[in-house]
C-alpha cells in the first residue's frame, strides 16, 4: 500500500470520531497521490504526511457567561493550530451550535493548502464553540465573547495566531473580541481581522470572499471559452460570502435566482433583490420568509431544495456537506456548467466526483473562496504598516491574487495529466509550498 493510503487509514484509526477531519484529509491526500508517489522516499523518512495530518496544538476549554435572565451558561471553545510552516496561524472563528472538535480540524487543516495557494505568509488555523449567536442579544454575544476571549487571548496574537471570521462570526463578535483582546493585554495589535473600518479594518474585507468567489469563477468560466455574462447563478446561504456572491455576480451580468438559510430558500425568477436581502440579513438579523413581502412573485420553500432549480452555475455558500450525489445529479441533468465552492467542503466526495466526471467545471473552496483570507492578510500588512488602502487598491490586489489562483491552480493540474481537475490542482499547489517549508526547518 502506498503512502497516502496508510495515512488515511493511520487518521481514520487515530480519530475515530471525526468523520468531517477524515473527510477533508481523505480528499486532501487522494488528490495529492501522484506527487506523494513521485516523492514517496523522502517524503516518508521525513514523516511529512503524518507531521502534516496532526495539528500543532489544539486548545479545548471552558466558556461560562451569563444570559439575559441571570442564568449561567456554559459553552467549548475551539482554537486549532495546526500548521504555521509558513505563516502565523490563520482562520475563522466559527459560532455556531454544531461545533465539534472534528468541523474545526477539518476546516483547520483545510486552512493550511487555501492559506498556501494566496500566495501570501500565513499558516492555517481555525477556532470556534458551539455558541449560537441567532436570537442572542447584543448584550449576551458580548458576554460570550469577552468570556471566549479571556481564555483564547494567551494563544494569539499579531505573530502568533490571527483569527477571523466565519459561520456565526461577523463584524459585531471580532469588534467585542478584539475590545476584550486589548482590555487584556493592554497592546493595540492587529490581532483579530475583520476589523471595524474605523479601529484597524481593511476596506474590501467584507465583500472580500464573494467578491473573490465570483473573480475565480469569471476566470475559470473564460478559461473555457465561457461567458458568466446572462447566466443564471443558484447560491445558497445567505450570510456574508452568499450575499457578496450576490451582489458581485450581478455586477457582472449574471442572474441570481436563489439564496437560502437554515430554515428554508427563496426562488426569486427577476434576480434575487439585494437590497431586500440585506435588509432582512445585515440589518434586521431575520428570517428569509420576510423576502416575499417585498418581492410578491418569488417563492419561499420550506428546508433544502436550492439545487433542483436549473442554473448555469452553482455557488453552494453556506456549510458543509450540503451538495450531496443527489444535488449533484439534479445539476448535470439541468445542464449546469459550472460549481464554485463559497462554503468550505459543501460538497460531498461523492458529489465532487460526480460532477467533475460529467464534465462541469468544479472550483474548490480552497481555491474559490480564498479571498477571504487573502483579504485578511492585506489586512495585517496594512495594520503592519500603519496604513489604510482604498477600496480600490484592495479590491484590485484581491482580483489578482484569485486571478493568480486560479492560474496556478489549472497549471498544476495539466501538470499532473489531470487537465480541469482543478481540486487535484489546488491541492497540489497548496501542498507543495507548506512542504517545502516544512522540510526546510527540520522536524516539529
Ligand atoms: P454566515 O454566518 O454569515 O452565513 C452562513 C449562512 O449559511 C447563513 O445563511 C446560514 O443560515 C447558512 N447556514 C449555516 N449553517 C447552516 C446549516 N447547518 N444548514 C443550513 N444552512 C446553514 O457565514 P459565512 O457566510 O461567513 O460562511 C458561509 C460559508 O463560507 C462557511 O462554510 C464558511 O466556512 C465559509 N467561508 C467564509 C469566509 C468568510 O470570510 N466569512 C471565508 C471563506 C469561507 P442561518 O442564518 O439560518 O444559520
Ligand atoms: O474559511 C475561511 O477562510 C475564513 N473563514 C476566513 C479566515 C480569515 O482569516 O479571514
Redesign the pocket.
Known sequence: MGYVDDIIKLVAKKNPAEPEFNQAVREVLVSLRAVVDDNEEKYRREGLLERLVEPDRQIKFKVPWVDDKGNVQVNTGYRVQFNNAIGPYKG?I?L?P?VNLSIIKF?GFEQIFKNSLTGLPIGGGKGGSDFDP?SKSDREVLSFCRSFITELYRYIGADVDVP?????T?GREIGYMFGEYKKIKGTYEGVFTGKGLTYGGSLGRTE??GFGLLYLTEEMLKYNGLDIKDKTVTIT??????IYAAVKAEELGAKVVTV????GWIYDPEGIDIAVLKGIKEVRRARLTEYKKYRPNSEYHEGRGVWSVPCDIALP????N?LSLEDAKALVANGCKAVAE???M?TTLEATEYLIENGVLFAP?KAA?AG??ATSALEMTQNSERLSWTFEEVDSKLKEIMVNIFNNIASNASRYGATNNYVIGANIAGFEKVANAMMAQGIW
Do not use: F, M, W, Y
Not at 164 to 168: F, V
Not at 237 to 242: P, T
Not at 260 to 263: I, Q
Open positions: 475563522g466559527r455556531h454544531s476546516l441567532k477571523a471570521g466565519d459561520i456565526g461577523g472580500a470572499t446561504g445567505s450570510g456574508n460570502v452568499a437560502s438559510d437554515s430554515n455558500c453556506a456549510t458543509q450540503e463559497g462554503a468550505n459543501p473552496g473562496n477571504g483570507v
